[in-house]
Structure formats: C-alpha cells, structure tokens
C-alpha cells in the first residue's frame, strides 16, 4: 500500500497515528539538523518533519522540488501552528522515507502565483493542473458536470452518445475534416454540435435525451474560443418552448445551488430579442444594472414597433447629429463630476479600433439640475431638459451620446454601456442574473457571405403564427440583398438563448418536425432540392415516419464553468486547452504526418500559398 492517508486528511485527533503519504515535495527547508518538507497531493498538504537521525540518509539521496517521495512516520502536534491550512495543526515525525520518482526542476513554480507565463505553463499543462488555482477549477467543472447529471438523470433524460465521424454540410461554422482511408477521396467532418442526431433520437421516441458532448467548430479564435469545446446538449419531445424554458430554468438553479450554494428563488426574466437589441443593444443583456440605451434617433427601416426620439435632436444645426443615421445615448449615473481629462479618456476609448466611434457628445446633469455640455451652441436649457428627461438621466448623471450608422453604434453604445458598467462597479462578480431572450429572427444577413442564414440554425421552427406565411408564400431569395428585402426577414423564430451576466450560456429552438416546412425552409436559405437531399435527405426522410413535435437547447459547458467561477476565460476550465491559434503547445499539434500516411489516404499535399 502507498499511503494510509492523503496529504489533506490528518487532523490533531489523529496525532500519535502511524500513517504512510505518498506526494509531491512542495517545498524543503532545512534548521540546522531537521529538514521541513512540505508534502502535496491533490488533497492537500501535509507538513514532514525529518529529524536528526534521517540526515545522513537525506544526504545521500537529497530531495528536490516535485520528487514524489513517501514517507511513514508518526503524527504530532505542531508547535508553530498555521491555520491557514487544514493540516495546518499536525505534522509527520518522519521515520522512513523513500523517492519514488525524480524530478526535473521544474519550469516554473507550482504554486497559485506562479512565475510561469502562460506559453509555458501550456507547454507543461501537465505542471500547471497540479496547481491549486487550476485544479480548483477543474473541480468545479467537475461539479457542474455532477449537477447537470444528476438533474437530468431524475428528470428522465438519457445520454446518448452520437458519433464523432459525421458528414460535413458546412451551414453554420466551418468544419474539421477527417479524410478515410478507407473511402479514398471521402472526408468526415466533425460534429458541430450534435443536432441532427438528437433530432433523429426524438423521431426515434428517446423523449429526453442529453450528452456532455464534444463539438467542434474551424472559426478564427477571437474572443475566448476554443476549436473544440463541450456544450451540455440536450433534447426534447412533445415539447412547447414554455416547457423547455421551465425544465432547463430547473436545471440552471439546480447548478447554482449545488456548486454555488446559491437559491436563485426569482423565476428567470424573459426579454424578446428586440426588446435587448432596443434598450442594451445587444441580444445577451446584463442585466445586473440598468443604464438603458435611449434612441434619440433611429433609421425608418428598422425597430419599426419602436418609437424614437428624434424631434428632440433634429432640426438644430447640429450636423453631427442631423446627418446620423443612428443617434443613442446613456447616462452613467453619479457621473457628472467627471473631469476634462475623464471625458477625453473615454472618447478615446470609444475612437478604438474595436469601438470605432468618431467622437462623443457629453451632457452633464448636474447636482442643482442645470446642465453643461459640449453642444450647448446647438440645444438650449430646455432642450437638454428634454434629452435629459428622454435618456431617463437624473441630476448628478452623465449623458454620453453617440452617433453614426445604426448597427455600427448600437454596438458601440452597447459596449460603452458594459464599459462604464464596469467602471461603476455594478458588474459585481458574485451577483449572478439570468435573462431568457426570445423571438429571435428566423434570418439574418450575412455581410461576409453575402447571403441570407438561419440565425439559429436551419432546424429551427418559425414562431406559430408565421409558419403558415412561410408555407403560403414563394420565397424570392434572388432579390434578397438588404434587410427587409428578404420575404421572410420579418419571420421570428421559435427560438431562445439563456443569458447569464451578459453572457449566452445557452441556446435552442422548438424545431421544424414537418418535411413540408423543413424543405421551405431549406429553400428559403437559397438550397436547391438535390443540394438539399443530398446534405439533409436522412433528416426529410426521418421526417416522413413519424416525428414528434420537439425542441431543445444547448449549453455552453466550458463557459457556463468560466463564469461560475469567476473567470473570463474558459481555457482555465479545460484540462487541456488550445492557444488562440488552435494549437496545443505541449503536444505540438497540429503537426505535419508521414509520407506514408498520405499514401495509404491517396492524399498529395498541393499547399497554396496563404
Ligand atoms: N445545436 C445547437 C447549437 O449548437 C443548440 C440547439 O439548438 O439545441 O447551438
């Protein structure tokens, strides 16, 4: 047996116990004649005590940092306590020891502030995840991960699993293609996300299903992605979308409590899409604050429900405003004594790149209610009592307006907003807010590829009342150039995301289960019948045996993780990451292959210059 106990256990109640450990040399420091050794497993750490008597043994073979040692010996009360520890009260009086294994020194300290940069603790992962920050983290994942079965498992979900070989009919991402050997010429792509399995498991009459899955997406890494990340997926039959919302509303509290000890009583608020596109400019709110965006200006085209503020601005000269297609303001509260120097340092921040604003308009609403700002020239007194009034800005706050091309400036003003959230201190770590947000358009626009997509995915079912516009109508995709010009631009989907802190945690729809409207659907997106058939056939035929009405949603696993622990980044989350050019630094992969394997796939490497 190596070890009686683990590094984490022993206690005062155990002293004069004869105990054996087996781990880690935290850290040596020798007195004189004995020698401290701190010993650490993924328990804990436990301090050994070796005595005058070892010496000449320590001598002859010395310990170093990560050795992984055993020791055997009695435990004894310590007489220089540390209560920062568990087992901070005892220690092991030594009597025998043995090195199991040498170590290298290692390349950076395995302690919670490491000296190690991020390169190199990736290229020795296997260093780092002994390090308590990181293994925390991997216990909570893991935690999560208990949770989220345990709910599912007392709700009747089973997990499936789905394969990893699939077909590539690239709609959303890219795909990773794997090319067979055995089908020379024929490539797999790896899933997505498991979708159309589900799907088909419901057809199957599997009426709950759930996997802790894998998928896999070829985008460019922006923003904290991963090639490969895991999402918690999950389906549905005989299904409305206000059953969906309730069963993972259960789930997501049921996560809360057990890994965070928090009751979240509250029932989740609900938004529609356009609701967040209108007050917070974007479609994943946070929601921990207020701070609204008020539209003093907006294009006829779009929020055609909304009402602007417009009369408010226009007709002043002011041509910044005046030639604007979007004019949007907040009003950061208890702001308004900020300086010249504060100001000029936020209008910068809004000329970043990444922002790309030309300037900002500042209105100051001060204590005792009169008001100073830098277009004076153009609106009078009253006129910014108005403005004022219309951006819901008491005395005190700070009304800071941007202007330019709408989508370009809602962005912005969306950011600015979370920007000077943060500033304020109401983006607080530990209070945690979720948001459904619903009726999402079914399409939307891609600039890049010059088409319309599905926002969700080409599965997801129109809201009730527009599916029979959908079926009556003839879609006249080639004119399709500008929003609005679509004939179903103005279609929402039966679709929802669940937000949490301003971050999508998760997404689904009620699905198309119908061959009739899943080949309109198809067609909408500019697909021929063969290309169709030939991408989605198994789905139009598994359609025709009795499908199910049914729907479901994914959860982003890792970032769910990230953001239950307090992290930005869900790489801390993942044993093995990925850099921002999707490769894992301690294997060196993506990598070249053998000469041979090309032959055996028939595959001649042609590389075009980039
Ligand atoms: N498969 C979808 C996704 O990965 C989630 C869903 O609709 O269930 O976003």
């Known amino acids: 047996m190596y070890r009686t106990h683990t590094c984490g256990e022993l206690r005062?109640?155990?002293?004069?116990?004869?105990?054996?450990?087996?781990?880690?040399?935290?850290?040596?420091?020798?007195?004189?004649?004995?020698?401290?050794?701190?010993?650490?497993?993924?328990?804990?750490?436990?301090?050994?005590?070796?005595?005058?008597?070892?010496?000449?043994?320590?001598?002859?073979?010395?310990?170093?940092?990560?050795?992984?040692?055993?020791?055997?010996?009695?435990?004894?009360?310590?007489?220089?306590?540390?209560?920062?520890?568990?087992?901070?009260?005892?220690?092991?009086?030594?009597?025998?020891f043995k090195i199991l294994n040498k170590s290298a020194v290692p390349p950076f300290t395995i302690t919670d502030e490491?000296?190690?940069?991020?390169?190199?603790?990736?290229?020795?992962?296997y260093l780092d995840l002994r390090r308590n920050a990181v293994k925390k983290n991997l216990e909570l994942r893991y935690a999560v991960s208990r949770a989220t079965r345990n709910y599912l498992h007392?709700?009747?979900?089973?997990?499936?699993?789905?394969?990893?070989?699939?077909?590539?009919?690239?709609?959303?991402?890219?795909?990773?293609?794997?090319?067979?050997?055995?089908?020379?010429?024929?490539?797999?792509?790896?899933?997505?996300?498991?979708?159309?399995?589900?799907?088909?498991?419901?057809?199957?009459?599997?009426?709950?299903?759930?996997?802790?899955?894998?998928?896999?997406?070829?985008?460019?890494?922006?923003?904290?992605?991963?090639p490969e990340f895991t999402q918690i997926d999950c389906e549905m039959a005989f299904v409305e979308q206000e059953d969906i919302l309730n069963m993972f509303e259960g789930l997501i509290k049921h996560i809360f409590h057990e890994v965070k000890g928090i009751h979240y009583k509250e029932k989740v608020e609900r938004m529609t899409w356009e609701d967040a596109m209108w007050h917070y400019g974007n479609d994943k709110p946070d929601i921990r604050f207020d701070m609204k965006i008020a539209t003093l200006k907006k294009p006829s085209s779009v929020y055609i429900n909304k009402e602007d503020h417009a009369v408010l601005i226009s007709g002043a000269d002011f041509k910044v405003f005046d030639e604007a297609e979007a004019v949007l303001a907040i009003a950061a509260p208890g702001c308004s004594e900020y300086t010249r120097k504060q100001t000029d340092e936020i209008?910068?921040?809004?000329?970043?790149?990444?922002?790309?604003?030309?300037?900002?308009?500042?209105?100051?609403?001060?204590?005792?209610g009169t008001f100073k700002s830098s277009v004076d020239k153009f609106y009078n007194e009253e006129k910014l009592k108005a403005i004022a009034a219309a951006t819901n800005a008491a005395a005190g706050d700070l009304i800071l307006i941007l202007a330019g091309a709408e989508e370009r400036t809602r962005k912005a003003t969306s950011e600015l907003r979370l920007e000077m959230g943060k500033r304020r201190g109401y983006r607080k770590e530990n209070e945690f807010k979720l948001l459904w947000v619903l009726d999402f358009p079914l399409f939307e626009y891609d600039e890049e590829g010059n088409r319309w997509v599905a926002r969700h995915h080409p599965f997801t079912s129109p809201k009730p009342g527009d599916i029979e516009v959908m079926i009556s109508n003839n879609p006249l995709i080639e004119n399709a150039e500008k929003y609005l010009e679509h004939p179903y631009a103005?279609?929402?989907?039966?679709?929802?995301?669940?937000?949490?802190?301003?971050?999508?945690?998760?997404?689904?729809?009620?699905?198309?289960?119908?061959?009739?409207?899943?080949?309109?659907?198809?067609?909408?997106?500019?697909?021929?019948?063969?290309?169709?058939?030939?991408?989605?056939?198994?789905?139009?035929?598994?359609?025709?045996?009795?499908?199910?009405?049914?729907?479901?949603?994914?959860?982003?696993?890792?970032?769910?993780?990230?953001?239950?622990?307090?992290?930005?980044?869900?790489?801390?989350?993942?044993?093995?990451?990925?850099?921002?050019?999707?490769?894992?630094?301690?294997?060196?992969?993506?990598?070249?292959?053998?000469?041979?394997?090309?032959?055996?796939?028939q595959i001649k490497l042609d590389l075009k210059p980039a």
Not at 64 to 93: D, H, L, P, Y
Not at 177 to 201: C, D, E, H, I
Not at 348 to 360: A, L, S, Y
């Open 12 to 96: 005062v109640k155990d002293v004069n116990m004869e105990i054996t450990l087996a781990g880690w040399v935290q850290t040596i420091r020798k007195f004189g004649a004995i020698t401290f050794v701190d010993l650490r497993d993924r328990y804990g750490i436990t301090q050994l005590l070796f005595g005058e008597e070892l010496q000449p043994e320590l001598d002859a073979n010395p310990l170093g940092r990560e050795f992984v040692i055993q020791a055997q010996g009695f435990i004894q009360e310590r007489s220089n306590k540390n209560m920062n520890i568990a087992t901070g009260e005892i220690e092991v009086q030594v009597h025998t």
């Open 114 to 125: 490491t000296d190690g940069g991020d390169d190199l603790r990736m290229k020795y992962r």
């Open 490 to 601: 103005g279609i929402k989907a039966n679709a929802y995301d669940l937000v949490l802190n301003g971050n999508e945690i998760g997404g689904g729809s009620i699905r198309i289960y119908q061959r009739p409207l899943q080949e309109k659907m198809f067609a909408a997106l500019g697909m021929s019948e063969e290309e169709a058939l030939h991408k989605f056939g198994f789905l139009l035929g598994a359609f025709e045996y009795g499908a199910p009405p049914h729907g479901g949603l994914a959860f982003g696993f890792d970032r769910l993780c990230a953001i239950l622990g307090g992290s930005e980044s869900i790489k801390d989350f993942i044993a093995f990451p990925k850099n921002n050019s999707g490769r894992d630094v301690m294997l060196d992969a993506p990598s070249t292959i053998d000469d041979k394997q090309f032959e055996e796939l």
């Open 347 to 368: 209008t910068e921040w809004v000329k970043r790149p990444q922002i790309g604003m030309k300037g900002m308009v500042f209105i100051k609403c001060n204590a005792d």
């Open 154 to 226: 007392e709700n009747n979900f089973m997990d499936i699993e789905t394969p990893f070989l699939i077909k590539s009919t690239p709609e959303g991402a890219r795909d990773f293609v794997v090319p067979s050997r055995m089908n020379a010429g024929q490539f797999y792509a790896l899933p997505q996300s498991p979708q159309t399995f589900k799907q088909l498991l419901m057809v199957s009459g599997y009426d709950r299903y759930y996997q802790i899955v894998k998928c896999f997406r070829d985008e460019d890494l922006r923003a904290d992605r991963q």
